[in-house]
């Protein structure tokens, strides 16, 4: 046998050393002049994503942006045109697997609960950020007062809890939901984020805008953050989560920003608080608010969350439970109360979390940051030897194995190498 074909065999042998160990299919060099086939299609390789409303009847929603508004809450101002949809990443945040539009669930997973309404939600480990199941969870909708997670988050990084607000007249018009602030009354930034969190006040947003410098720098701010924090699909458009232009974020982005969220002691304690004395202003009393959060008092172990709803947004929703020393969160959006309530859909899904055995592969992973959109689409958190996450101790022992395979095959052929002749033979003219 000529050298040359020996060196052919010791490579081929090599790559089948790899495959066998990694668990991929063995690639076989074409014959010089053959035309090389397309790559096939692997595990790893992230599913493109859908820029646009997917066929009926496939368990899809809308991709890019939130579906067109029922009412004339998103009109843009006159002269001005709505902004176009925020640009789709070209791999899936958190893993390939989550750009799929189905439901998405581990391998010899148990069926869903059914009853499920929601166009779009996710089921995540609230610590270490691994993904249970998700439903086309990076689909673009209205986030409705779920938004106020975001606006909490830039407060509690912005401002002091213990600064003064005065309350004003704007605040006390402002549309939708309310606390009960009012012209003249004194709030601490602790008491507003209270208000925004447990009583879903818009009059609270207002405040908190201001103090921050006013509605457009609070915007950018929010902005920045969800950018920094890997939240693509979140544009916010006002501090309440009222529609308007372009407003959009996704049920993967709602994990991911109140996961980040409970990490701040003051965020978490108002999120498990269910009664507060709101204090009152001119010769108006103080009086109790309650949590909107009604699962705090429904279904056992929850420990925080944040409700929503607009004609536009439909029902959207955030809890958290814990449960024997798990802590999950789910997210929905555009989610329907019939034929079952939205909470007892979170609940189903909670329950469904908690039932998986701890060592079930994620599908995915909640980011703490903006990853480099290196093909990963983001990882971290995904434990370890899971779809899209780090490396097992199997798979860090098989590289090792191949790596030591390759360099004795490498040996070789350098042997080989080292004893061909010179001269036109060497230089390839034969």
Not at 1 to 6: A, K, N, P, T, W
Not at 274 to 279: D, G, M, Q, S, T
Not at 379 to 408: E, F, K, Y
Request: charged residues 15%.
């Amino acid at each position: 046998m000529s050298r040359s074909g020996l060196a052919a065999i010791l490579a081929a042998l090599s790559i089948c050393l790899a495959s066998a160990l990694l668990g991929a299919p063995a690639a076989v060099a074409a014959p010089p002049g053959a035309v090389a086939a397309p790559p096939a299609a692997t595990a790893t390789q992230p599913a493109p994503v859908n820029t646009a409303a997917p066929p009926v009847g496939q368990g899809c929603t809308v991709r890019a942006a939130p579906p067109p508004p029922v009412d004339s809450s998103e009109a843009p101002r006159p002269g001005r045109l709505p902004p176009g949809p925020l640009p789709v990443p070209a791999h899936p945040v958190g893993g390939a697997r989550l750009g799929e539009c189905a439901d998405i669930l581990p391998p010899g997973a148990p069926r869903l609960p059914a009853g499920e309404t929601s166009a779009s939600w996710i089921l995540a480990d609230l610590d270490n950020g691994a993904v249970l199941a998700a439903r086309d969870p990076h689909a673009r909708h209205r986030p409705a007062s779920t938004l106020k997670v975001l606006t909490a988050l830039v407060a509690l990084q912005r401002l002091d809890l213990d600064a003064l607000v005065e309350g004003t007249a704007a605040d006390a018009n402002v549309s939708g939901s309310r606390v009960g602030i009012g012209p003249g009354g004194h709030y601490t930034v602790r008491q507003l984020l209270t208000g925004l969190i447990m009583n879903s006040g818009n009059d609270a947003a207002n405040a908190l805008a201001r103090q921050l410098g006013g509605v457009p720098v609070t915007l950018a701010a929010m902005s920045e953050t969800a950018s920094q924090t890997g939240a693509l699909d979140t544009r916010p458009t006002s501090p309440s989560g009222l529609d308007a232009p372009g407003m959009a974020t996704s049920a993967y982005d709602l994990a991911v920003l109140f996961r980040l969220a409970m990490r701040d002691p003051t965020f978490a304690e108002i999120n498990r608080t269910r009664l507060f004395e709101w204090p009152g202003y001119a010769d108006k009393p103080g009086f109790t608010i309650s949590s909107d959060n009604k699962m705090l008092t429904t279904y056992p172990g929850t420990i925080g969350g944040k409700t929503g709803f607009t004609d536009d947004a439909r029902h959207t929703r955030i809890v958290a439970a814990e449960r024997n020393g798990r802590r999950l969160v789910v997210a929905l959006t555009r989610a329907e109360t019939h034929p079952v309530p939205v909470d007892t859909q979170a609940a189903r899904l909670l329950d469904y979390g908690f039932a998986l055995h701890p060592g079930t592969p994620s599908v995915g992973a909640l980011v703490d940051r903006r990853q480099p959109d290196d093909g990963t689409g983001g990882t971290q958190g995904v434990p370890p030897g899971a779809p899209g996450g780090v490396p097992g101790p199997n798979h860090r022992l098989a590289g090792l194995l191949v790596i030591g395979g390759g360099a004795l095959v490498g040996g070789l052929l350098s042997l080989l190498l080292a004893r061909r002749p010179t001269g036109r033979y060497a230089a390839g003219r034969y």
